[in-house]
């Protein structure tokens, strides 16, 4: 079997270390230079692992797995791309599986992937030959029977969902099928916090405790209003109420610190999302997350 070095993997295991792993959106067009520069200054800015979404949103994108594959190749950085469940049956989903470990990649996360939108569903169909914990057992099994060089199988954990305790069943059950790690909602509230704190308790799979700073009132409204799986509390609304862009994001700076703070007693390292491919902000964050 492939023994390659997985140096984010050896990162989370390692008490010494809490790595980030950013998240950053690919092209809705062809042209990828304004996101390759994005991604070169997250890496250059401390970035351990750049993460590409699958088609947010059910809207298409460039390709999350030939986007990460691209940047582990010209720019060096660990990758982990998303696999969804919605457009790929178990042909294609094995077919795309054997072709990333042909690329040296290392890390995937699995996810069910979110919904096409009602105006498009006329004439764009989901797949979902899989939800993401069968998604799970079958790469669990490609990297036991097909994969010479195994991925590291990573899964979403919803920690602001209102029964806490289901998505905790179900992340045991994905531990159960190979998952060895969980990339967490972002984290705004109390009970999130809580939730990410009796995760720790009962998962044994790494967790990266997800950021995702806010840069105006008007984003603040519409991800607790419209993004499924994010809750933002109303006092952390209040305080981008007039804000100008430099506000939004000295406020998005001080919060997400702080929330970096209070989670790491539950956390192996910190998934951050980038918002409007604002690069230099999350530079900015990681900086001051580490020198806290």
């Given amino acids: 079997m492939d023994t390659r070095k997985n140096a984010f993997w050896d990162a989370l295991c390692d008490p010494g270390q809490r790595p980030f792993a950013v998240e950053l959106d690919s092209p809705v067009n062809g042209n990828i230079s304004r996101f390759m520069a994005g ?46 469940c919605r457009d790929r049956n178990q042909i294609a989903a094995q077919a795309l599986m054997m072709g990333l470990c042909a690329e040296n990649i290392e890390n ?54 209102h029964n806490f305790p289901i998505q905790l069943r179900l992340a045991k059950e994905k531990e159960e099928n190979g998952a060895v790690g969980f990339l967490t909602q972002p984290v705004f509230t109390e009970k999130a916090l809580e939730n990410l704190r009796f995760a720790r308790e009962t998962l044994g799979g ?25 809750r933002v509390d109303e ?39 980038t918002p409007f491919s604002r690069t230099a902000l999350m530079v900015r964050i990681m900086e001051a997350i580490r020198n806290a």
Wanted: net charge positive; charged share 25%; glycine share 6%.
């Fill in 206 to 230: 790494r967790l990266l405790g997800g950021i995702m700073p806010i840069v105006s009132h008007r984003n603040a409204l519409y991800l607790d209003r419209q993004v499924a799986g994010i």
């Fill in 39 to 84: 991604a070169r200054e997250l890496r250059d800015g401390g970035a351990d692992l750049i993460t590409v979404p699958d088609s947010p949103l059910g809207q298409a994108r460039m390709d999350s797995c030939m986007t990460a594959c691209k940047l582990k190749r010209e720019l060096g950085i660990d990758v982990m791309p998303h696999l969804a």
């Fill in 108 to 161: 995937i996360l699995l996810v069910t992937g979110d919904p096409i939108p009602a105006s498009n569903r006329e004439s764009v169909k989901s797949v979902y030959n899989f939800n993401s914990r069968t998604l799970i057992a079958f790469a669990d099994r490609l990297n036991k029977s097909v994969l010479p060089a195994p991925f590291r199988i990573f899964a979403a954990l919803n920690v602001n969902a």
């Fill in 235 to 273: 006092k952390t609304v209040a305080l981008y109420e007039g804000a100008d862009r430099e506000r939004g994001e000295a406020v998005a700076l001080e919060l997400s610190c702080n929330m970096a703070k209070r989670m790491e007693p539950f956390v192996d390292g910190y998934f951050l999302v």
